[in-house]
């Protein structure tokens, strides 16, 4: 079982030509509403690749509450410890021009997971083979899942998203970390390779098309991307962080699990939104396949 703790929007995308100036006016060629949120992206992906699924989160009473639970379900993914709190839930304002993409998140009920809401669940994350968390929700909740992980003994994938919200403190829980270059320069500054080296096979630097890079006690390692003509990246990052967190509940080789997830994310971007392109199982593996 893989738990992902964490957020829960409705994406409310638009589309434009070239992105505006400020102050400037410009049409757009594309309105839609997708279910999406780092948690449920990643909770998605993971599904979708095979994976037995569990979100801990929370939606709103509103009427795009009522469509985000049906699609986790839809999904397979157990949300059982969904809770519905008064309100609005979170949305997402993204914009996306020329494969590119700019998102404004709006929490909404995704600030109402609580601490106490971590530990009503305790149970379900010790029987738990791995927990994946984002940094879309409370940090007092993000901190309560990685102590109660850490207590029971289950590995943790911590994609420290937005990256404002990392705190050092993480680090004494030795979760698997999976910034992007610009999270990994805000984590660790600019010579951010360095630290590499201070967290050996726990730090994976992901670097968009050219793949990812980590370092296993002896020696740096990147394991290339796989080139595509991306449609939408909106979700690259999170069915990297899904197929990830699959492979090492299938106790993968990290270095094997890194491929299967660049294969799975060069897969995602080549339909549109950010969950309309995560792949199954079966592409993935043939994707990987031919890119070894």
Known sequence: MITVVGSINMD???GTE???KQGETVLGNLHTTIPGGKGANQAVAAARLGGEVAMIGAVGTDPFGDELVTNLENEGVDVSRVKRVEGPSGIANILLSEGDNRII??????HQLTPEDIDHSEAAIAASDLVVLQLEIPIPSVLRTLQIARRNQVPVILNPAPADGFSPEFLQYEPILTPNESE???MFGENWERALEAHPNRLIVTLGQNGARYYDGDRHIRVPGIRVNAVDT???????NG??????????PLEDAIRFA??????SVEQFGAQGGMPGRGETVERMKHHL
Not at 262 to 267: G, I, T, V
């Open 105 to 110: 998140v709006v929490p909404g009920a995704n």
């Open 262 to 267: 660049n294969a799975a994310a060069s897969l």
């Open 243 to 252: 197929a990830l967190a699959v492979a090492l509940a299938e106790k993968m």
């Open 184 to 186: 990994a320069a805000m």
């Open 234 to 240: 909106t979700g690259a990052g999170d069915t990297f």
């Open 18 to 20: 070239r992105f505006p």
């Open 12 to 14: 409310l995308v638009v």
